[in-house]
Protein backbone atom coordinates (compact mmCIF):
# COMPACT_ATOMS: atom_id res chain seq x y z
CA UNK A 1 0.00 0.00 0.00
CA UNK A 2 2.89 2.67 1.14
CA UNK A 3 4.89 1.63 -2.24
CA UNK A 4 1.61 2.22 -4.36
CA UNK A 5 1.03 5.27 -2.69
CA UNK A 6 4.23 6.74 -3.21
CA UNK A 7 4.54 5.82 -6.46
CA UNK A 8 0.97 7.69 -7.32
CA UNK A 9 2.77 10.69 -5.40
CA UNK A 10 5.70 10.74 -7.25
CA UNK A 11 3.91 10.77 -10.79
CA UNK A 12 1.14 12.90 -9.84
CA UNK A 13 4.34 15.37 -8.82
CA UNK A 14 5.68 14.92 -12.41
CA UNK A 15 2.13 15.95 -14.13
CA UNK A 16 1.96 19.01 -12.22
CA UNK A 17 5.24 20.34 -11.62
CA UNK A 18 4.65 22.64 -14.24
CA UNK A 19 2.52 25.23 -12.07
CA UNK A 20 4.82 23.70 -8.16
CA UNK A 21 1.16 22.25 -7.20
CA UNK A 22 1.32 18.84 -5.68
CA UNK A 23 -1.69 16.71 -6.01
CA UNK A 24 -2.19 13.19 -4.05
CA UNK A 25 -5.24 10.91 -4.61
CA UNK A 26 -5.99 8.70 -1.82
CA UNK A 27 -9.16 7.02 -0.58
CA UNK A 28 -10.41 6.02 2.85
CA UNK A 29 -10.51 2.66 2.04
CA UNK A 30 -14.01 0.25 2.45
CA UNK A 31 -16.19 2.02 4.91
CA UNK A 32 -19.27 -0.37 5.72
CA UNK A 33 -22.60 -0.33 7.20
CA UNK A 34 -25.69 -3.20 7.42
CA UNK A 35 -29.07 -2.11 7.29
CA UNK A 36 -30.76 -4.93 8.93
CA UNK A 37 -35.43 -5.56 8.63
CA UNK A 38 -34.78 -6.36 12.61
CA UNK A 39 -34.55 -3.05 13.16
CA UNK A 40 -37.69 -2.09 11.75
CA UNK A 41 -39.90 -4.40 14.78
CA UNK A 42 -43.50 -4.48 13.86
CA UNK A 43 -46.67 -6.46 15.45
CA UNK A 44 -46.97 -10.37 14.63
CA UNK A 45 -50.38 -9.43 14.14
CA UNK A 46 -49.39 -8.10 10.88
CA UNK A 47 -46.93 -10.77 9.65
CA UNK A 48 -48.94 -13.43 7.13
CA UNK A 49 -47.18 -15.73 6.84
CA UNK A 50 -49.51 -17.79 4.26
CA UNK A 51 -47.56 -16.70 1.62
CA UNK A 52 -43.71 -16.59 0.95
CA UNK A 53 -42.37 -14.53 1.43
CA UNK A 54 -44.38 -13.32 4.19
CA UNK A 55 -46.52 -9.72 3.79
CA UNK A 56 -47.95 -7.17 6.14
CA UNK A 57 -51.00 -8.47 6.89
CA UNK A 58 -54.07 -5.85 5.99
CA UNK A 59 -55.82 -5.85 9.34
CA UNK A 60 -59.00 -3.91 9.26
CA UNK A 61 -59.25 -1.67 11.81
CA UNK A 62 -62.89 0.19 10.35
CA UNK A 63 -64.94 -1.11 13.65
CA UNK A 64 -62.66 0.49 16.30
CA UNK A 65 -60.01 2.90 14.92
CA UNK A 66 -57.10 1.01 16.92
CA UNK A 67 -54.09 -0.83 15.50
CA UNK A 68 -51.04 -2.75 17.18
CA UNK A 69 -48.09 -0.51 17.73
CA UNK A 70 -44.64 -1.18 18.61
CA UNK A 71 -42.56 1.51 20.14
CA UNK A 72 -40.44 2.07 17.27
CA UNK A 73 -43.02 1.74 14.49
CA UNK A 74 -46.46 3.37 15.46
CA UNK A 75 -49.34 1.80 13.33
CA UNK A 76 -52.07 4.09 12.63
CA UNK A 77 -55.27 3.31 11.06
CA UNK A 78 -55.91 5.00 7.38
CA UNK A 79 -58.91 4.18 5.51
CA UNK A 80 -60.06 1.16 7.31
CA UNK A 81 -56.84 -0.63 7.35
CA UNK A 82 -53.91 -0.74 10.11
CA UNK A 83 -50.47 1.26 8.32
CA UNK A 84 -47.30 1.33 9.55
CA UNK A 85 -45.71 4.97 9.75
CA UNK A 86 -42.71 5.61 7.69
CA UNK A 87 -39.52 4.37 9.92
CA UNK A 88 -35.78 6.21 9.73
CA UNK A 89 -32.83 4.56 10.40
CA UNK A 90 -29.79 6.26 10.99
CA UNK A 91 -26.40 4.58 11.66
CA UNK A 92 -23.18 5.01 11.61
CA UNK A 93 -20.60 3.99 8.55
CA UNK A 94 -17.15 2.19 9.40
CA UNK A 95 -14.66 3.53 11.64
CA UNK A 96 -13.73 7.20 11.96
CA UNK A 97 -11.19 8.25 9.05
CA UNK A 98 -7.95 9.57 9.68
CA UNK A 99 -6.69 11.74 6.66
CA UNK A 100 -3.65 12.50 8.78
CA UNK A 101 -2.91 8.65 8.83
CA UNK A 102 -3.89 8.82 4.76
CA UNK A 103 -1.50 11.33 3.60
CA UNK A 104 1.53 9.64 6.32
CA UNK A 105 3.36 7.82 3.45
CA UNK A 106 2.95 10.86 0.94
CA UNK A 107 4.27 13.56 3.26
CA UNK A 108 8.00 13.59 1.54
CA UNK A 109 6.39 15.07 -1.10
CA UNK A 110 2.82 17.13 0.29
CA UNK A 111 4.03 18.75 3.43
CA UNK A 112 1.27 21.19 3.97
CA UNK A 113 -2.28 20.74 2.40
CA UNK A 114 -4.08 23.42 1.27
CA UNK A 115 -7.58 21.52 -0.12
CA UNK A 116 -9.12 18.47 -0.19
CA UNK A 117 -11.57 17.41 -2.84
CA UNK A 118 -13.66 14.61 -3.31
CA UNK A 119 -13.02 13.21 -6.54
CA UNK A 120 -15.50 10.30 -6.38
CA UNK A 121 -17.43 7.97 -3.62
CA UNK A 122 -17.94 4.48 -5.07
CA UNK A 123 -20.94 2.42 -3.41
CA UNK A 124 -21.69 -1.69 -3.19
CA UNK A 125 -24.96 -2.93 -2.04
CA UNK A 126 -23.64 -6.45 -1.42
CA UNK A 127 -25.13 -8.85 -0.16
CA UNK A 128 -28.52 -7.73 -0.34
CA UNK A 129 -31.25 -10.20 1.69
CA UNK A 130 -34.10 -7.52 1.88
CA UNK A 131 -37.28 -8.64 1.37
CA UNK A 132 -38.21 -5.46 0.87
CA UNK A 133 -36.76 -2.75 -1.51
CA UNK A 134 -33.60 -0.66 0.29
CA UNK A 135 -34.67 3.14 -0.37
CA UNK A 136 -32.72 5.69 -1.08
CA UNK A 137 -29.58 6.23 1.62
CA UNK A 138 -28.35 9.50 2.24
CA UNK A 139 -24.79 9.61 3.58
CA UNK A 140 -23.52 11.83 6.11
CA UNK A 141 -20.14 13.82 6.83
CA UNK A 142 -19.52 14.96 10.29
CA UNK A 143 -16.43 15.55 13.15
CA UNK A 144 -15.20 12.46 14.77
CA UNK A 145 -17.18 13.15 18.04
CA UNK A 146 -20.57 13.22 16.21
CA UNK A 147 -23.07 10.29 17.96
CA UNK A 148 -25.67 10.53 14.95
CA UNK A 149 -26.50 12.59 11.62
CA UNK A 150 -28.32 15.26 14.31
CA UNK A 151 -24.79 16.12 16.15
CA UNK A 152 -23.83 19.82 15.22
CA UNK A 153 -21.53 19.88 12.67
CA UNK A 154 -23.02 16.75 10.43
CA UNK A 155 -23.50 17.65 6.59
CA UNK A 156 -25.14 15.66 3.69
CA UNK A 157 -22.14 14.30 1.17
CA UNK A 158 -24.47 12.49 -1.30
CA UNK A 159 -26.93 9.85 -1.79
CA UNK A 160 -27.69 6.55 -2.81
CA UNK A 161 -30.29 5.79 -5.27
CA UNK A 162 -33.05 3.12 -4.60
CA UNK A 163 -32.31 -0.86 -5.14
CA UNK A 164 -34.57 -3.44 -5.41
CA UNK A 165 -35.08 -6.01 -2.71
CA UNK A 166 -32.71 -8.64 -2.86
CA UNK A 167 -30.47 -7.01 -5.43
CA UNK A 168 -26.49 -6.48 -5.06
CA UNK A 169 -25.56 -3.36 -7.18
CA UNK A 170 -22.30 -0.96 -7.45
CA UNK A 171 -22.38 2.44 -8.77
CA UNK A 172 -20.79 6.20 -8.02
CA UNK A 173 -22.62 8.07 -5.41
CA UNK A 174 -24.16 11.54 -6.39
CA UNK A 175 -22.18 13.67 -4.24
CA UNK A 176 -23.60 16.89 -2.62
CA UNK A 177 -21.55 20.03 -3.75
CA UNK A 178 -22.33 22.03 -0.23
CA UNK A 179 -21.63 19.17 1.94
CA UNK A 180 -18.40 18.44 -0.40
CA UNK A 181 -17.06 21.46 0.30
CA UNK A 182 -17.75 21.99 3.51
CA UNK A 183 -16.06 18.83 4.55
CA UNK A 184 -13.12 19.97 2.44
CA UNK A 185 -12.54 23.25 4.55
CA UNK A 186 -13.04 20.96 7.94
CA UNK A 187 -10.20 18.70 7.14
CA UNK A 188 -7.83 21.49 6.54
CA UNK A 189 -8.46 24.19 8.83
CA UNK A 190 -10.33 22.24 11.80
CA UNK A 191 -9.76 18.19 12.07
CA UNK A 192 -8.52 15.69 10.28
CA UNK A 193 -10.38 13.01 11.43
CA UNK A 194 -14.14 12.65 10.70
CA UNK A 195 -16.94 9.97 10.23
CA UNK A 196 -19.24 8.85 8.32
CA UNK A 197 -23.07 8.14 8.47
CA UNK A 198 -25.95 6.50 6.66
CA UNK A 199 -29.72 7.70 6.81
CA UNK A 200 -33.12 5.73 4.95
CA UNK A 201 -36.31 6.29 5.54
CA UNK A 202 -38.59 2.87 5.52
CA UNK A 203 -41.91 3.27 4.28
CA UNK A 204 -43.90 -0.14 4.57
CA UNK A 205 -47.44 -0.53 3.46
CA UNK A 206 -50.37 -3.19 3.82
CA UNK A 207 -49.90 -6.43 1.44
CA UNK A 208 -46.50 -5.56 0.56
CA UNK A 209 -43.48 -7.31 1.56
CA UNK A 210 -42.84 -7.88 5.57
CA UNK A 211 -39.14 -6.69 6.30
CA UNK A 212 -36.67 -9.79 6.69
CA UNK A 213 -32.93 -9.86 5.88
CA UNK A 214 -30.33 -7.35 5.90
CA UNK A 215 -28.46 -5.34 3.06
CA UNK A 216 -24.41 -4.26 3.61
CA UNK A 217 -23.73 -1.03 2.19
CA UNK A 218 -19.85 -0.06 1.71
CA UNK A 219 -18.50 3.47 0.61
CA UNK A 220 -15.35 4.18 0.07
CA UNK A 221 -14.26 8.15 -0.70
CA UNK A 222 -11.80 9.12 -2.96
CA UNK A 223 -9.51 12.27 -2.70
CA UNK A 224 -7.30 14.96 -3.69
CA UNK A 225 -5.13 16.29 -1.61
CA UNK A 226 -3.60 19.56 -3.04
Known sequence: MASRLAALACLTLLLVACNNAVTVELQTGAQAVELAASSVVLPPELRDASVSPAIIRAVDCSATGICPSTVDVPITCEAGVCDPAAHTVAV???DVVDFDALLSDARSVLRFVDEIQIVRVD?????NSLTI???E???YWGPEGAADITAPGVALLGTIPAVDAMTSVTG???IDAAGSAAMSDYVVNVSRRIRFFAEA???LAPGGAFPDGS?????NVRVRAI
Do not use: F, H, N
Request: no cysteine; glycine share 4%.
Open 123 to 127: YQVSP
Open 172 to 174: EMA
Open 137 to 139: VAI
Open 215 to 219: ATITT
Open 201 to 203: QLD
Open 133 to 135: PLP
Open 92 to 94: PVG
